[in-house]
């Protein structure tokens, strides 16, 4: 093996060895961020807190803009809904523009001079005469309807037909005032394709966990963070601006990509910048500074790279040319090549399809709150803290794996199981522990996993296992 020391540093490839040679392990990264770097100090801090300060909670944006209205009935002809609004001074009757921008009536300081079940009860079936109030209204001649008296009038017809017009909808003072069900009738037979809308987001994650995979462990952690955050931002954007719910969905898809690439390469990275004694760590960023371990192992480095591209040339003498889709596909399955990474692999996507299920069944569950829908959603982020800080806690203190994350499992299933048995305090109680537990939960998943996985696999163990768990999840909304 030729001597090699790099002009460009002072640190020479002997001093190296003399700082590994002090640990059991030589050579290691682990060793040197004790020794050199310090594992959890100024630099790593900082990471974490521009990783924390820079997220975009996209996954959380269904809670308002998915949000459904308490009340909707079918929207009239212009001149009859015209007749039914409190205020007729800033009314045109150009078509459907009465109701522009499209939203609940106070969204353009107006409202019924009558209340709104009365004139929904007129319209069609309503309260208990149906199990889809508001989705129809009565067969009768409305173009000979003159004056408002005539609407209310009691019908003898029975039968109904589909509102040809959209809806009317009126939200709760305390609930977002708009949302895609309001803007494109995703209501009575359209009601699926709301939560299909997230059902999109989280199939988009399926892709983004392998893309990432392959994308960080070859061009590097950060390249892939910049790349990614960069589309999640473009993309998300996009999304409030889309014209129809075909191109909503298509959005979100890619929005869903986009962000969980970006967390899961950050997730890595964080994993490498420590120890395995502080990897709770796990920020989520696209800021991330330069690395003082690169000035420090410079030449150390460079003697491997020298060492690993030698060897790689004589491997590559021996084998036949690779095509560029073999080489993709032999990264896909690298982290089942063997039994004991199979089983591995098998038992990580069962655990983030239980983990995407919870998550993305609370947010589902969210939107349909119809008290102070901003403070709920304030609360449980502030839940999030507890459950992060357990988590840190225990995987700081217990010096394993399993055994934290089996005993969040059961305290999690035992306050789940309890509220839902009980009144509506202490349900509320044992919901708040049972969400402060599944976000410990969700902090161990992705903490734990990325460390049973060789260095080498890392990125693509992690995407290939939570990728595949979401496929499962997927299907929760419909």
């Known amino acids: 093996m030729p001597h090699l020391n790099s002009p460009n540093s002072d640190i020479s490839i002997e001093s190296t060895s003399r700082i590994s040679s002090s640990n059991k392990d030589p050579h290691t990264v682990d060793g040197i961020l ?42 009239m002809e212009p001149n009859i809904q015209k007749e039914l609004l409190f205020d007729q001074t800033n009314v045109t009757l150009t078509g459907l523009s009465l109701h522009r921008i499209k939203g609940p009536l106070e969204i353009s300081d107006n409202k019924y001079g009558v209340p709104f079940g009365t004139v929904a009860a007129a319209i069609g079936p309503w ?16 173009t000979r309807i003159g004056r408002l008296q005539e609407l209310f009038l009691v019908t003898e017809s029975t039968s109904v037909k589909a509102c040809p017009q959209g809806y009317v909808c009126e939200m709760d003072k305390y609930q977002y005032p708009l949302s895609i069900v309001i803007e494109w009738d995703l209501v009575c037979d359209k009601e699926w394709l709301a939560p299909l809308s997230t059902s999109m987001y989280m199939l988009g994650m399926v892709p983004g966990f392998w893309i990432v995979g392959i994308t960080a462990d070859s061009i590097g952690r950060k390249a892939t963070t910049f790349a990614f955050w960069a589309l999640q931002v473009v993309f998300g954007i996009s999304c409030s601006f889309a014209p129809n719910f075909i191109t909503y969905a298509v959005l979100r898809f890619v929005l869903g990509l986009a962000s969980v690439a970006r967390a899961n390469a950050l997730l890595v990275l964080s994993v490498e910048l420590t120890i395995a004694k502080y990897g709770f760590v796990v920020p989520s960023s696209m800021c991330i500074v330069q690395s003082p371990i690169k000035t420090t192992l410079e030449d150390f480095c460079k003697h491997l790279s020298l060492i690993i591209a030698e060897e790689e040339e004589n491997e590559v003498s021996k084998e036949a040319p690779q095509t560029y889709y073999y080489r993709f ?15 591995v692999s098998l038992i990580a996507t069962f655990s983030f399809n239980a983990q995407a299920a919870c998550l993305f069944g609370m947010l589902l569950y969210a939107r349909t709150v119809r008290v102070y829908v901003y403070l709920v959603a304030l609360a449980n982020n502030f839940t999030g803290i507890p459950g992060a800080g357990l988590s840190a806690v225990l995987y700081a203190k217990i010096r394993r794996c399993k055994l934290p994350l089996m005993m969040t499992y059961i305290c999690s299933a035992f306050c789940l199981a309890l509220g839902g048995i009980c009144d509506d305090i202490v349900r509320a109680l044992y919901s708040n522990l049972g969400l402060i537990l599944c976000t410990a939960i969700s902090n161990m998943v992705f903490t734990c996993t990325p460390e049973i996985f060789p260095s080498c696999i890392r990125s693509q163990g992690l995407g290939n296992a939570a990728g595949l768990g979401r496929f499962g999840a997927a299907w929760e909304p419909l």
């Open 127 to 142: 309260g208990n005469q149906t199990a889809t109030p508001g989705c129809h209204r009565y067969k009768r001649n409305y």
């Open 34 to 75: 004790k020794d050199v770097v310090k594992p959890f100090g100024i630099w790593q801090f900082i990471v974490l807190m521009l990783s924390v300060w820079s997220d975009v909670p996209a996954a959380i944006f269904p809670i308002f803009g998915n949000s459904v209205p308490s009340k909707f009935h079918c929207q």
């Open 329 to 343: 596909f032999d990264q896909l399955r690298q982290p089942y090549c063997t039994l004991h990474l199979a089983k």
